[in-house]
């Protein structure tokens, strides 16, 4: 097989240019405004708290800038490594290790399924391993069951880390592939990654010693099958891509020039003899992840990243995880800065010094929020002033700055993050981080190891006190807006409309954030992916191929072009193809409802059998169907208006388990007239007549087929609801079942007639369709 020559995609030479362009101009209002605010704009002259005020927002200012120059220039001009094409049989050795300390094993199963499924030129050379913290018996099991190695050990000794370096002591494969708990990679994960490492080695045996280039890790993106607590509670599951995203597929991607990826400790292949030569993972850090990969690139080794999805997990789902989460990430970072002394390191180059100091600084964003929030606030609540200028200036030194920033963070970001976004993600969690970056910044550091709760029941817990700060900080700013206004009408100057609109983005931001921590009861108990496969539908007496909507752990959605007679509680046999797997289900009719011409059916999973790692195969051996980019028609006022409108809004769930199949048709009886037929259920028929019907008689469908039909209800209209009592024999018996259905099939097209569709109002319509991502129809 000829190897060909790694290539790598870059952007278009046209967006090259308009990038470039965008970022010299920005550059240039930028430090045209801050040389404005520098000099111009600090108020010494108005006392001690102003000028302490003043500096330390012209002090953040100044380092976000920095910040944004660094991914600016990182942005412009994107690489991504191409997947080579090297020969099969120079795969190597391969050791996978999965870290886990107390995560359900139900989780864990998943897991261990994906690796097992993982395609590899000779399966023999892929070593599977539970590293076990937690030396449970249940997990031991689980190894043994599915065919995997179980490592475990006698202490905790450097938390992850020290689990990782134990599992390295036992095994000797070059590659290790580390995985988290609950990231469960696709099946070509191993065929990917390691082709990386293939390709360079075949080219290194070309090249002298001191010209070969080492490959020390590869990272892939962490993505998350399901919604993160951004998505889920801002009810924007299919307006937003998840919060990770824009770090795993574009800063890191931009971070592959200067060799400053940053390994993130999951979905990674590394180098054993990289890990060997900086003394396996760093465990003096509660991030042994960051400071494993800075050890690493500043031995020499080349480490980039790549944007495609090669394995998927599970995000927080509660508030209190997700802050403990960021916790760790903030102080693991700034004690591995400090510890690994990167200012002063002289293994490692200018850029990548630039690009590890801005992953630092990020993490001090939640001071730089609270000073962006409260400066104007202290003007307009309580009269100290910031930052003196008036609104002419600010239109000329400001606005286009604002501008410019605006666009080259959207251009560049390829539209999944904006300057909104960040601004309320930043706002929710920034009272959080304040006390714990200040202790790490001051040496005080977390010593345990937190892990992220994942799996398990979704907890229901109070938020009432996380909203504290951001409930305080609404109040001050409603106080600061009126005092504005009324200064405004006071003096007949405008210039309060600037701190008017620094106000206003504030306080958006900081009910967006309140409506996040209040947060959405959550009535789903597995996660739905949206795909479309072929279904086998198999009842006692009807067959039927359909394609499916959305699959998850628990429930079926599957599009069918004909009705089929269910039975409430009758066992329906549920054939899964996808080309790949196969799996054969038993499920229970929970939901029918028609889709234009076709019907849609719901439907619980009840037993697995023996399909069970197949199942998990076809709902998570997939990109998960989370938006991967914003929606750019929904605005601010959308936003808002969802999040309110959906807190108000009562769902109503369907639980309508039989199609309800429009006939419009009149047929004799047995009282020698016609009634007409409206649409009928199986068990129940709408009918109408201009006469008063009886409470029981008979309706002939055709020759040998009837309807033995008992009141229910008289309604509205000459209409009467009527139970069709023979009902068992027409579902039971084999004769009826087929003239059933044969009837149905020449007398009805599947769609509903717009005389009878619901009517439903304009804003109703709305929220449907912004709950079409939402919880939903797995009862």
């Not at 817990?461 to 409603?478: K, Q, R, T």
């Not at 047929?667 to 259920?681: G, L, Q």
Request: proline share 3%.
């Amino acid at each position: 097989m000829r190897l060909k020559k790694r290539k790598t995609r870059k952007t278009g030479k046209v967006g090259e240019v308009r990038n470039l362009a965008w970022l010299y101009f920005n550059i240039g209002w930028t430090v045209l405004y801050l040389l404005w605010r520098t000099f111009c704009t600090v108020p010494l002259e108005y006392g001690i708290l102003s000028a302490v005020a003043g500096i330390a927002l012209l002090v953040v200012e100044i380092l976000g800038m920095l910040e944004a120059f660094v991914h600016y220039f990182n942005m412009y001009k994107i690489e991504n490594h191409e997947v080579p094409q090297v020969p099969v049989e120079e795969f190597p050795d391969v050791d996978v290790f999965i870290a886990t300390y107390n995560e359900p094993v139900d989780l864990l199963y998943k897991t261990v399924n994906g690796c097992v499924h993982m395609k590899y030129p000779d399966k023999k050379k892929v070593h599977i391993y539970l590293c076990d913290d937690g030396k449970r018996q249940e997990v031991r099991e689980l190894a043994e069951q599915m065919g995997v190695g179980y490592i475990d050990r006698e202490d905790h000794e450097g938390a992850k880390a020290g689990n990782l370096n134990h599992a390295m002591s036992v095994t000797s494969s070059p590659l290790i592939a580390t995985f988290d708990a609950d990231m469960i990679p696709k099946n070509n994960f191993l065929m990917v990654m390691v082709s990386y490492f293939v390709d360079q080695e075949i080219k290194n045996r070309e090249l002298e010693e001191k010209d070969r280039v080492k490959i020390g890790f590869i990272q892939s993106p962490q993505s998350f099958y399901n919604p993160d607590l951004f998505q889920f509670n801002l009810f924007s599951e299919n307006r937003i891509p998840n919060e990770q995203d824009y770090f795993y597929k574009d800063v890191q991607i931009t971070r592959n020039k200067s060799n400053s990826v940053i390994y993130g400790g999951s979905n990674t292949l590394i180098s054993r003899e990289a890990l060997n030569e900086v003394g396996g993972f760093y465990t003096e850090s509660i991030t042994e992840d960051f400071a494993t990969g800075i050890l690493i690139q500043k031995k020499g080794y080349q480490c980039f990243a790549i944007n495609t999805v090669l394995a998927s997990g599970l995000s927080p789902t509660t508030l209190r995880s997700l802050i403990n989460q960021r916790v760790r990430w903030a102080r693991g970072c700034i004690q591995t800065g400090r510890k690994l002394h990167l200012i002063f390191s002289r293994n490692m180059s200018f850029s990548q010094k630039a690009n590890y100091l801005a992953s630092i600084w990020y993490w001090y964003a939640s001071w730089k929020r609270l000073i962006y929030i409260m400066s104007p606030i202290l003007f307009a609540t309580f009269g100290v002033v910031v930052v003196k200028c008036t609104l002419v200036e600010v239109l000329i030194f400001w606005l286009p700055m604002y501008i410019s920033s605006n666009v080259c963070l959207k251009m560049m970001s390829r539209n999944i993050r904006t300057t909104k976004w960040t601004n309320l993600y930043e706002t929710v969690i920034f009272p959080y981080l304040l006390i714990p970056v200040l202790l790490e910044t001051l040496g005080i550091s977390m010593k345990k190891f937190k892990v992220t709760k994942k799996g398990g029941n979704k907890e229901e817990e109070s938020n009432i006190l996380y909203a504290l700060p951001h409930g305080i900080l609404i109040v001050l700013s409603v106080i600061g807006i009126v005092n504005c206004i009324r200064w405004t009408f006071d003096t007949g100057r405008i210039d309060y409309f600037v701190i008017l609109f620094w106000l206003f983005l504030n306080l958006y931001n900081l009910v967006m954030s309140l409506l996040f921590i209040l947060g959405r009861k959550a009535v789903r108990n597995a996660e739905r992916q949206s795909v479309s496969m072929e279904c086998r539908v198999k009842t006692a007496y009807e067959e039927e191929t359909g394609r499916t909507v959305d699959i998850s752990e628990s429930g079926i959605s599957v599009l069918l072009n004909r009705v089929i007679d269910i039975d409430e509680k009758e066992p329906v046999e549920l054939t899964l193809d996808d080309g790949r797997y196969h799996a054969k289900l038993t499920g229970e009719i929970v939901l029918v409802e028609n889709r234009g011409e076709q019907w849609r059916y719901v439907f619980l999973v009840k037993d697995m059998g023996d399909s069970k790692a197949e199942f998990m195969q076809l709902i998570y051996d997939r990109d998960p169907s989370l938006p991967m980019n914003l929606d750019e028609s929904v605005s601010s006022f959308d936003d808002l208006r969802i999040n309110i409108s959906r807190r108000l809004y009562t769902q109503n769930f369907q639980n309508r388990r039989r199609a309800r199949i429009p006939i419009h048709d009149d047929y004799p009886t047995d009282m020698a007239r016609k009634v007409h037929i409206i649409d009928y259920n199986y068990e129940y028929v709408l009918l109408s007549s201009e006469e008063k019907l009886p409470a029981m008689f008979s309706v002939f469908l055709e020759e040998g087929l009837e309807l033995e039909c008992v009141l229910e209800k008289r309604l509205q209209e000459e209409k009467c609801l009527y139970r069709v009592d023979n009902y068992r024999k027409l579902h039971d018996d084999a004769a009826q079942h087929e003239k059933l259905k044969n009837w149905l099939c020449s007398h009805t097209h599947g769609e509903i007639r717009e005389e009878e569709a619901p009517k439903v109002s304009l804003k109703r319509q709305r929220m449907q369709a912004e709950d079409e991502f939402s919880e939903m129809e797995y009862l």
